[in-house]
């Protein structure tokens, strides 16, 4: 089992940055890729970003690709997701999560942390 748990979201200005944290624990962190998914009210669950184990292999929504940048520290056992430039669309609960493989869907991962509330304000 690997437990997650999301923090840094909250209520920002559109224009503003924030940067969200997952810290992991139970099985060898470095033995996962990680993911950052995003779910907005009335729509599906939807990919953001996704990073390899070793931090080397980066992947980016075209929606988010140039404003956010995904990064890991496996001694601290830590995802981050450093978010410039928000947009009021970019509102929605953010959740991280673990798997094999850094999949581009939902039903790739195995972990999934409870979420964090990101709200861009107009």
């Known amino acids: 089992q690997v437990q997650l748990v999301e923090s840094g979201g909250g209520l920002v200005q559109a224009g503003g940055s924030l940067r969200l944290s997952c810290a992991a624990s139970?099985?060898?962190?470095?033995?996962?890729?990680m993911g950052w998914f995003r779910q907005a009210p009335g729509k599906e669950r939807e990919f953001v970003a996704a990073?390899?184990?070793?931090?080397?292999?980066?992947y980016y929504a075209d929606s988010v690709k140039g404003r956010f940048t995904i990064s890991r520290d496996n001694a601290k056992n830590t995802v981050y997701l450093q978010m410039n430039s928000l947009k009021p669309e970019d509102t929605a609960v953010y959740y991280c999560?673990?798997?094999?493989?850094?999949?581009?869907?939902?039903?790739?991962?195995?972990?999934w942390g409870q979420g964090t509330q990101v709200t861009v304000s107009s």
């Open positions: 999560a673990a798997a094999s493989e850094p999949f581009w869907t939902p039903a790739g991962y195995d972990y």
């Open positions: 139970g099985r060898t962190f470095s033995n996962y890729a």
């Open positions: 990073i390899s184990w070793s931090g080397g292999s980066t």
